[in-house]
């Protein structure tokens, strides 16, 4: 296994031991096939980037965000290079997630069930 790989799995334990607010109340509701059933495993190291939340039998990677992702031009481009690895990437904000959990998971469920769908809003 690569330097930047161990270096890339370490970090990626670090965050899953000391997650944001909005990702602990997010990861309650997903954790052991609470939504709907599906699988969902949290701080995922993947093509050089470390997904929030991953579902990998729907291919959907679920990032929370915080004001600081706005307008990012990293994220963008992390994004294109998820989407060529076959994922879709849906980006919701930690507000949302605090303010209305249900609705948060209402969405992460139509994505993961319909990979028509299309993020439109942000």
């Given at each position: 296994?690569?330097?930047d790989m161990?270096r890339?799995?370490?970090?990626?334990?670090?965050?899953?031991?000391a997650p944001t607010e909005?990702?602990?109340r997010?990861?309650g509701?997903?954790?052991?096939?609470r939504l709907?059933?599906l699988?969902?495993?949290r701080?995922?190291?993947?093509?050089g980037?470390?997904?929030?939340?991953?579902?990998m039998?729907?291919k959907?990677i679920?990032?929370?965000?915080g004001s600081?992702h706005?307008?990012?031009t990293?994220?963008?481009?992390?994004?294109?290079?998820?989407e060529?690895?076959?994922?879709?990437?849906?980006?919701?904000?930690n507000?949302?997630?605090m303010?209305?959990?249900d609705?948060?998971?209402a969405?992460?469920?139509?994505?993961a069930?319909d990979?028509s769908?299309?993020?439109?809003?942000?």
């Amino acid at each position: 296994m690569s330097k930047d790989m161990n270096r890339l799995r370490g970090f990626a334990r670090d965050m899953r031991s000391a997650p944001t607010e909005a990702e602990e109340r997010l990861w309650g509701a997903l954790r052991n096939r609470r939504l709907d059933k599906l699988k969902f495993r949290r701080q995922v190291p993947i093509g050089g980037f470390i997904a929030d939340f991953v579902c990998m039998e729907a291919k959907l990677i679920v990032e929370l965000d915080g004001s600081q992702h706005a307008e990012s031009t990293r994220d963008r481009t992390r994004d294109a290079n998820l989407e060529e690895r076959g994922f879709r990437v849906l980006r919701l904000w930690n507000d949302d997630v605090m303010r209305d959990l249900d609705s948060t998971c209402a969405t992460i469920l139509a994505f993961a069930r319909d990979p028509s769908l299309k993020q439109d809003w942000r």
